[in-house]
């Protein structure tokens, strides 16, 4: 799924887990799920513009949520990339989602200063 965020916005976003029957998965302690957003589908050569690191304490209902700042999301207007993993203790890694659009738009509307 595609995110479309405005530039130096603020932005709350929400991961579930779900196993193949659709049953929510939690997260151990020492879990980690990785948010990640690159300039390019090209990983030996994409440039890491945003890391996001979500721990088990982030879980609400069975979602896990993050913010991305305005400083984050403070990036030239365009199309880049994310995806999501799950890095265990042990080092084994999982690709929780298949890599995506992440699309920074222009903001019509400023607050007043």
Do not use: C, W
């Not at 709350?12 to 879990?31: A, C, K, W």
């Not at 990640?36 to 589908?41: A, F, I, L, P, Q």
């Not at 993993?85 to 999982?94: C, D, V």
């Amino acid at each position: 799924m595609f995110i479309i965020i405005r530039r130096a916005s603020t932005f709350y976003g929400r991961i579930n887990l779900s196993d193949d029957q659709h049953h929510p998965v939690l997260l151990e302690d020492t879990d980690q799920l990785i948010f990640t957003v690159r300039d390019s589908m090209e990983t030996d050569a994409a440039e890491v513009l945003i890391r996001k690191v979500i721990t088990a304490d982030r879980e609400f209902e069975g979602n896990y949520g993050f913010e991305l700042t305005p400083e984050e999301t403070d990036l030239p207007v365009g199309t880049y990339y994310y995806d999501v993993g799950l890095q265990r203790e042990n080092g084994e890694f999982y690709h929780i989602t298949i890599p995506d659009q992440f699309i920074i738009k222009q903001s019509i509307s400023r607050k007043d200063d």
